[in-house]
């Protein structure tokens, strides 16, 4: 900081809003100046300069490295569990097994279904079976070497379209079928009368697994009765609430912290046993323990986006009206109840107008690692599944793709009970904006006339379009903003910054609010011992969240201002001026420096406390996007190369213009890793175990797999009635239409449909080549 | 820049003796077997002729990292990635995944980019090993650091000193890289927040910056 700058923290010259009268609801932003700039990260630095500790790189004096061992078969029963050859190797400190903890210590799969933390019963490959803590990491890797296991080896289902059929291994003492839901609108079969065409088809996609760049794991340590830990989770005080529970300690003696973290994308939403594991070994030497998992643990164990089987069947008219969508799905979330087909209908219900819809879900066991939310569940696979179906419903009736669904674009949630209307719906501004900027018509155009020339590089467009299910945030939350004597600022809130720029956002908006600069704002964040309540940073909430709340602790700490000034300036209130750097009294002239005001001299600090408010009652909050792409499909290699993408986001206010684009290139990374090259692949026919259980084999995209042109179209709609700082959640609608508006690309090119994700070579070689010759050009 | 089938044909880049990824991953088991034959190498030569050498044994090792000299005792299994995190306290230099397959623990070794998770602690002694740590001027950021900054090129931040070290890599050995070049270059660095498009132009960016200094 320059040494002028040293006593002034405040922004000259800039309008600040006024604040409103006690109890009154802020009215709504303006003109900003501060918010929906290009604001880079207020904690880039420590991010770049290495001076950022992730929970990975916290080393405690005393510290031991713990590891789990992990059954190494699909479907197996744990008999005997000799340990001691590994107790006798030197640098062992401690082993904990099924037997040592005498089911004292159990596992909450779900609600319904809790085990033992070393149950016997293994389900999956990769499912805890012993855990150790020794001076290294490698001695305690060669511990879980001398561990032996006598397994007795079960039958196992690792196919979820297999999981119901006679014969097929038992899981549970119920059977394979978790869940079986159903819902109605309309009438069906009267839509399908009603149609000039009708479509059905079956889709699939692959089960794909997070993969953070930072594994999952943590480090504990106990002061007397006390435990900390030092997770990498996207929400501290999620892990402190199963954490306590399980270990049946107070809240208040489980600080979780988690201040900086290498990625989550739903897979880091709880802890995990390995927190579990750490917390009992760290007890019983007596000394902090270490456990981070490695990739192939993370891969079998930490969580998966589950495999979606979908069959579609809609119905249209010539001139574009849907009359009926059918659409049943099977999916899987592995060994236990997770969440196999959660959401997995939502846009079939809920992202275009249509009176008659029919839904059937059916989530089954199968002998796989347990699901974990993934970014936008359900919505992606179901999005590979209606969006090319929509496509498909636009060549039959020889309509655009982008007019059949402006055609059908909902102002109502129709999904949910009594049609609740939405908020603000930037669906229609998004497909029309997105297409006009990605000259979608001419592109539709040159790709038809080049279909006919004998090359063998095919081009394509392709569209797709969303809702999210949620991301409109909710309350609870609580911040508490700090104005020091000197004007700086303090934010302390306990909401978790995943990667999204939520400190940089928050920053944003008490500069907007105060006046000041952001990066003389301090956010404390994070942490249960320190910071206040936060759900978990998922499901696209945590800006619609945490942002109203900040805002509202700013105003209190402007009307605390305010008052204080008034006794000074010896005039009434509503005569005051709040201007970031001073407050002026309108009737006398005069105005006061806020820090030269005496009394926040004498208390030395200024406290705001912000609170979020509820939802407006019988409206619905989400955010919408549309997304286009260009590819390249080579017909001799089946290679396909994205050559240029457009996502076009309505998310409510656009908070951050910097961080707003990456979070739009990084849900569309995402995207063609489901569209292009990720597949959890389990040999189903004879081990039931993970094949590619590795970052060389599970293939996520690289910078050479994204195209060079990306264009993030904003389409900003400040939504005043969801809260107030306008802002909608964007984390996940990123992600959703993008495979399906590559598959929708492949087709435009090369006129084959891609019914199971990846589209990667083999697939494209093969489909092409069942192409009959006249459809290949 | 050579051609590309150069590349793969040897393992090797054109960049003087550079490793492309695929090359480097085909090398790495040899390498790790030289370093341990090698006792030449290691300081200690009292720890004794090849064949006596142990996994667990531990042996005195010098590194130089970032121009600081230190001399540890490391078991000749302890890879530079486990040393420099959790005994050197350089946690700049991030674990993704210990098979090489990930980036996130590149480091600069005699200005190469080397993923430390497949470089034994043993095998980097005598070499200059830089980490992200390493590319600081006291308080202020580094150029290519600098360039991250601007430009955003994280979101988790958790692959971010790998990516800033590949780029720093490359535009040692190409001040004045092109877009193709660069992409080829980070393509080793996973990102799983999708960052690739601000991460090419901060590399570019850090050219400029690099070029102006």
Known sequence: MKDDERDLYFVEGIAVPQTPLPGEEPAAWGKTTVIGQRQPRVDAYERVSGTAVYPSDVVLPNMLYGALLRCPHAHARVKKVDISAAERMEGVHAILTGASLAGKVKWPYSEEVVTDLFDAQCRFEGEAVAAVAATTPYVARDALRAIAVEYEVLPFVADERESLAPGAAQIHAGGNRFKAETYERGDVNKGFAEADVVLEEKYRTACEIQSPMELHGCVANWEGDSLTIWESTQGVYAVQAKTADILGLPLSKVRVIGHYMGGGFGAKLQPGKYTICAALLARKIGRPVKIFLSREEAMLAAGNRPPANMT???????????????????????????????????????????????????????????????????????????????????????????????????????????????????????????????????????????????????????????????????????????????GSVNLNMGASDIGTGTKTVMSMVLAEELGVRPETIQIEHADTGSTQYATPSGGSKTVPTESPAVRSAAIAVKQQLLKMAAGELGSPLENLRYTGEYIEATDSGKKVKITDLASLKKQGVVVGIGYRGPNPEGKVVNPFAAQFCEVEVNTRTGEVRILRFLGAHESGRVMDRLTFDNQVFGGITMGIGLGMTEKRILDANSTGKMVNRNLHDYKLPTALDVPEEMVSLPVDMPDSEANNTGAKGLGEPVTIPTAAAIANAIYDAVGVRVRQSPADPLTMNRLLAEQSPEERS | MKKKEDDEKTGQCQCEHGYTRRGFLASVGVGAMAAIATTSKLSSAKEASPAELSAEKAVVVTLLVNDRTHRLLVEPRWSLLYVLREHLGLTGTKVGCERGECGACTVLIDDLPRNACLTLAVEAEGRRITTLEGLMQGEELGPVQQAFVEEDAMQCGYCTPGQIMSVEGLLRARPQPTPAEIRQAVSGNLCRCGTYPHIVKAAARAADLKAKR
Request: glycine residues 12%; charged residues 20%.
């Open chain 1, 312 to 486: 579609i069947k809609a119905g249209v008219k010539k001139d574009g009206t849907l009359t009926a969508l059918q659409f049943s799905g099977l999916g899987s979330g592995g060994a236990y109840p997770a969440g196999g087909t959660s959401l997995l209908d939502w846009l079939v219900r809920d992202l275009y107008v249509c009176p008659n819809v029919q839904s059937e879900l059916t989530d089954v066991a199968i002998n796989a690692g347990p699901a974990r939310p993934f970014r936008a569940p359900g919505h992606p696979q179901c999005a590979w599944a209606l969006e090319q179906m929509m496509d498909a419903l636009a060549e039959a009736i020889g309509m655009d793709p982008v007019d059949l669904r402006l055609k059908n674009v909902p102002l109502v949630s129709q999904g949910r009970e009594g049609s609740p209307p939405y908020t603000t719906t930037g669906l229609s501004a998004c497909i029309t904006e997105g297409a006009e900027a990605f000259g979608w018509r001419e592109a539709r155009r040159r790709t038809a006339a080049a279909r006919k020339e004998k090359n063998h590089l095919k081009r394509g467009v392709g569209m797709g379009s969303c809702v999210w299910f949620v991301g409109g945030g909710r309350p609870p939350s609580t911040v508490i903003v700090k104005l020091f004597a000197d």
